[in-house]
T-cell receptor, first 109, second 116 residues
Framework: DAKTTQPPSMDCAEGRAANLPCNHS???????VYWYRQIHSQGPQYIIHGLKNNETNEMASLIITEDRKSSTLILPHATLRDTAVYYCIVRVILSQFYFGTGTSLTVIP | ETGVTQSPTHLIKTRGQQVTLRCSSQSGHNTVSWYQQALGQGPQFIFQ???????GRGNFPPRFSGLQFPNYSSELNVNALELDDSALYLCASSLVNTGDLRSGYTFGSGTRLTVV
């Protein structure tokens, strides 16, 4: 079963930062936080993951609270192509991914 | 570097029939997982194969079975198809080794199965 809670939908203006929250209050010390996104009719695409520290890559930034009970995915300059369903997943290494229903992000022109 | 490829992309079957879906893992990946995604839902884990052995299974009945081949490609077989089996079936591959603590999955674009 999914162990994360995300808002079902969000809007963001094109060019602005999109901040997608995720609650994972029961996360264990050995569980990583992963973010994937799924554009309509495609397979999920890896975005970023982290354990304790904040992470940044070419796609996004991941901010994890100090108690690790929540995190925020930041898309710094949202474009129309970022419109997708975003999944936050907590996972022990070598185990399967449990997806919830995610957040449907709509980037508005 | 090739990604994960799945075939066919679309398939229509009749209730009670059997179906085989195929997946070619990303080059260098040794683990493959299968997911079922119903319309409007997140992907649900079916099972995972590592070194040709099933090493994890979700809440799916035995009529869902799989194989992983020495070249790390994989098949998902579903017997006695039911209408509720209509879904997008996703294959995902990963490189798993004892030194890799952070492996994520690369997903294919899926096979859309419709059971009528």
């Amino acid at each position: 079963d999914a162990k994360t809670t995300q808002p079902p939908s969000m809007d963001c203006a094109e060019g602005r930062a999109a901040n997608l929250p995720c609650n994972h209050s029961t996360i264990s010390g050995n569980e990583y936080v992963y973010w994937y996104r799924q554009i309509h009719s495609q397979g999920p695409q890896y975005i970023i993951h982290g354990l304790k520290n904040n992470e940044t890559n070419e796609m996004a930034s991941l901010i994890i609270t100090e108690d690790r009970k929540s995190s925020t995915l930041i898309l710094p300059h949202a474009t129309l192509r970022d419109t997708a369903v975003y999944y936050c997943i907590v996972r022990v290494i070598l185990s399967q991914f449990y997806f919830g229903t995610g957040t449907s992000l709509t980037v508005i022109p | 570097e090739t990604g994960v490829t799945q075939s066919p992309t679309h398939l229509i079957k009749t209730r009670g029939q059997q179906v085989t879906l195929r997946c070619s893992s990303q080059s260098g990946h040794n683990t493959v997982s299968w997911y079922q995604q119903a319309l409007g839902q997140g992907p649900q884990f079916i099972f995972q194969y590592y070194r040709e052995e099933e090493n994890g299974r979700g809440n799916f009945p035995p009529r869902f079975s799989g194989l992983q081949f020495p070249n790390y490609s994989s098949e998902l077989n579903v017997n006695a198809l039911e209408l509720d089996d209509s879904a997008l079936y996703l294959c995902a591959s990963s490189l798993v080794n004892t030194g890799d603590l952070r492996s994520g999955y690369t997903f294919g674009s899926g096979t859309r199965l419709t059971v009528v």
